[in-house]
C-alpha cells in the first residue's frame, strides 16, 4: 500500500488540477488565437504564473487497490501484478492466461 503522504499529495494535485482546468484552457486558447508575439508571451507569462502542481501532466495513476505508481493499467486501474492474481483467480471476465 502506497504512503498515506503520497496519496494525500496527489488528491491535492487533483484538486488544484480541476480548479485551474477551465482557466488554463481559456488562456491556452487565447494563445492560439492571437497573432501577436508580444501578446502570446503575456499570456505564457500568465500561463506560468499558475501554480506548478495545477497541470494535468504533473498527475500520476496509482494502482486502486496497492497504491503501486508503476505499471497501471487504464481499463482496470490496477497494477500488473494485481491483474494477473485477479486473471488467475478469475475475477476479470475475458481475461485469460495466454499460453503457447
Not at 494535468?56 to 500488473?80: K, M, Q, V
Request: net charge positive; hydrophobic share 30%.
Amino acid at each position: 500500500m502506497a504512503k498515506k503522504s503520497l496519496i494525500e499529495r496527489e488528491k491535492k494535485k487533483q484538486k488544484l488540477e480541476r480548479k485551474y482546468q477551465k482557466y488554463r484552457q481559456f488562456i491556452k486558447e487565447k494563445i492560439k488565437k492571437t497573432l501577436s508575439l508580444d501578446k502570446k508571451w503575456e499570456f505564457q507569462k500568465q500561463l506560468q504564473a499558475l501554480p506548478r502542481n495545477s497541470a494535468p501532466t504533473r498527475l500520476h495513476r496509482h494502482c486502486f487497490l496497492t497504491g503501486r505508481p508503476r505499471a497501471n493499467y487504464r481499463d482496470f486501474g490496477l497494477s500488473r501484478h494485481v491483474i494477473r492474481e485477479m486473471a488467475h483467480a478469475c475475477f476479470l471476465p475475458g481475461v485469460t492466461k495466454s499460453s503457447w
